[in-house]
C-alpha cells in the first residue's frame, strides 16, 4: 500500500504538479507579503480608537489570505487526484498492476494516502505562510492553541476533497470528474455566503446553508477554523465586519464529527466501488 502511494507521489512529480504549484504559491506568497507589509505601513502611526481599526484591518488581511489559501489547496486536492483512477485505466497502468497480486483496496487506499498527504502537506505550507506574514506585519493576537486547532480543521479540507475526488475519479473521466468536483465547491462556497451576506437571520438562508453544508462540508470548515483563529466568540470583531470571510454561523464540534465521519464514508464507498469495477 505504501509502495503505491509511492508511486503516486511519483506520478505528481511527473506529472510537473509540484514545480508549478511551487511557482505559483511564491507568487502568491510575494503578492500578500507586498500587502500585509503596505498595510503595516499605513496603519502603524494609528493610536487611540484606530487601534481597533487597526486590528480589524489585519484580522480582514488574515482572513482573507487563509480564503485564497482554502481556494488554493482546494483546487491543489481537485486536480491533481481528478483522473486518478480513470486516467490510468485510459493509458493501461491500473492493467499493469492490478494482474499482480495486490488487493485493489491497497491500491485505492495507497493512492488516496499518496494525495492525502499531498494536499496535506501543501495545505500546511499555505496555512503557516500565511499566518507567520501576518504576525511578521500587524498587531493580531494569535494564541497557540488556537492556531493548532485552527491548523487541524484547515486540514480537513483537502482530505475532503481528496476522498471526494477519487471517488469520483471511478466513475467519471478526468476531465468531467474535475468540472463536477469544481462545482460541487463552488455549491458549498455559495451557501455559506448566503448565510453570511444576510445582516437578518433567515430560516431559508439557515436551511440552505446547511444543506450544501451536509452536500460537501468544506466551506463550513473553513469557517470553523477561520472563528477558531479569530477566538471564536471571545473575538473584538466577527459578524459582518468580516463578512463573507469571516463570522456568521459557526459549525459546531457535532459538525466537524460529521465532516471527519463524511471522509470515512467516501473512502469507503469508493474502496467498495473500486473493488467491484470491471477494469
Request: with cysteine; net charge positive; proline share 4%.
Amino acid at each position: 500500500m505504501m509502495t503505491i502511494a509511492w508511486m503516486t507521489w511519483t506520478e505528481i512529480l511527473r506529472k510537473r504538479v509540484l514545480l508549478v504549484t511551487v511557482l505559483m504559491t511564491l507568487l502568491f506568497l510575494g503578492v500578500y507579503t507586498f500587502a500585509m507589509h503596505s498595510l503595516a505601513g499605513l496603519t502603524s502611526s494609528n493610536t487611540g480608537d484606530d487601534l481597533l481599526s487597526n486590528y480589524l484591518h489585519a484580522a480582514l488581511g488574515l482572513a482573507m489570505g487563509l480564503y485564497v489559501s482554502n481556494f488554493t489547496v482546494a483546487y491543489l486536492a481537485i486536480f491533481s487526484s481528478a483522473g486518478t483512477i480513470s486516467s490510468e485505466i485510459e493509458s493501461g497502468l491500473l492493467l499493469a498492476i492490478l494482474p499482480r497480486p495486490v488487493s485493489r483496496w491497497r491500491v485505492y487506499l495507497g493512492k488516496w494516502i499518496g494525495y492525502a498527504v499531498w494536499g496535506v502537506l501543501y495545505g500546511a505550507v499555505m496555512f503557516w505562510a500565511v499566518v507567520v506574514i501576518v504576525h511578521a506585519y500587524t498587531a493580531v493576537p494569535l494564541e497557540a492553541a488556537s492556531l493548532w486547532k485552527s491548523f487541524c480543521v484547515f486540514e480537513l479540507i483537502p482530505i475532503s476533497l481528496v476522498s471526494l475526488s477519487i471517488l469520483g475519479s471511478v466513475y467519471l473521466p478526468a476531465l468531467g470528474n474535475g468540472v463536477a468536483m469544481t462545482l460541487l465547491f463552488g455549491i458549498g462556497m455559495i451557501g455559506g455566503f448566503i448565510q453570511r451576506i444576510t445582516s437578518v437571520p433567515q430560516a431559508a438562508m439557515e436551511k440552505i446553508g446547511l444543506v450544501t453544508s451536509l452536500l460537501i462540508p468544506t466551506n463550513a470548515a473553513y469557517y470553523r477554523m477561520i472563528s477558531e483563529l479569530m477566538g471564536g466568540s471571545n473575538s473584538p470583531v466577527g459578524g459582518q465586519e468580516l463578512s463573507p470571510f469571516a463570522g456568521g454561523p459557526t459549525p459546531s464540534n457535532a459538525f466537524l464529527g460529521y465532516t471527519i465521519a463524511y471522509i470515512c464514508v467516501v473512502v469507503g464507498v469508493g474502496l467498495w466501488r473500486f473493488t467491484r469495477k470491471d477494469v
